[in-house]
């Protein structure tokens, strides 16, 4: 029997990943769910899973920061909405890395992957390589958006995306800023589904509500031991980064 550890946040999610789990034709155990670093930590310290499926940001923090703190043996699927952390997930067990929302096809993919590694001879460092490259090449091919049509009352332009400074979003509502310090509505509804839209190298998501591109940072400034506060050039508001967030905007800002 396959004893499997959910590191999840997001109810709707964990149900997903259990009914696929349950329609598999193999013998398999939930030892548990969790949606916090905190939990994770304490669960992992006395418990040997088989499997991780786990988010990346989770209710208090990163679960980079879990994966640092505890050794772990056993394969992890991360399941996310963001593509920035794919080289992370790699350097922590990683074998695959499912970007939301993912498809039962997708899911069944990174099960197989699972199995293969689990019985297979080859030497595990090696697969773990050669999944990297594999997956380096995807994210590569990636077409991200160039531009966005923004509707008005008075007709419909286009706002490229190398003018834009900054995402925000408001109450259900999401702008652009660009860099003549104008402010524009953007048709969509959550800063995560803009997101998996943009390059990661280009873009960084500060927090839940700002998104900033690396292009117009014109400084950075330290406002407590974990978090940061940025300057985006033409504007004169410091955006803070969560606490969560900082250690990746550094190792960000150093790629």
């Known amino acids: 029997m396959i004893q499997i550890l959910i590191i999840e946040d997001e109810i709707p999610a964990r149900k997903k990943l259990k ?7 193999i013998s398999h155990k939930i030892m548990a769910e969790v949606d916090t670093v905190t939990g994770g930590r304490m ?6 899973p088989d499997l991780i499926f786990s988010d990346i940001e989770l209710l208090d923090g990163n679960a980079f920061e879990l994966f640092n703190q505890v050794t772990v043996s056993c394969p992890i699927i991360f399941t996310t909405a963001y593509d920035r952390f794919w080289m992370n997930a790699f350097e922590s067990n990683g074998i695959d890395y499912l970007m939301k929302p993912f498809s039962k096809e997708r899911f069944q993919k990174a099960w197989e992957k699972f199995l293969v590694l689990r019985s297979s001879q080859q030497d595990k460092s090696e697969l773990l390589s050669n999944l990297t490259k594999l997956l380096s090449q995807n994210f590569a091919e990636k077409n991200y958006k160039k531009r966005f049509t923004i509707h008005t009352n008075k007709g419909i332009y286009f706002l490229e995306i190398e003018n834009i400074v900054y995402f925000e979003a408001t109450e259900g509502v999401i702008f652009a800023f660009d860099k003549s310090g104008k402010k524009h509505l953007l048709n969509f509804s959550t800063l995560k589904e803009l997101e998996m839209q943009l390059d990661a190298a280009a ?3 500060l927090n839940r509500s700002e998104l900033i591109s690396r292009q117009f940072i014109e400084m950075l400034e330290r406002i407590s031991k974990n978090s940061l506060a940025v300057k985006m050039k033409g504007y004169q508001k410091m955006l803070i980064a969560s606490q969560s ?6 190792e960000w800002i150093d790629q």
């Open 19 to 25: 009914r696929f789990l349950e329609e598999l034709d």
């Open 43 to 48: 669960f992992l310290k006395n418990n040997h």
């Open 245 to 250: 967030n900082t250690a990746q905007l550094r």
């Open 203 to 205: 873009f960084f998501r």
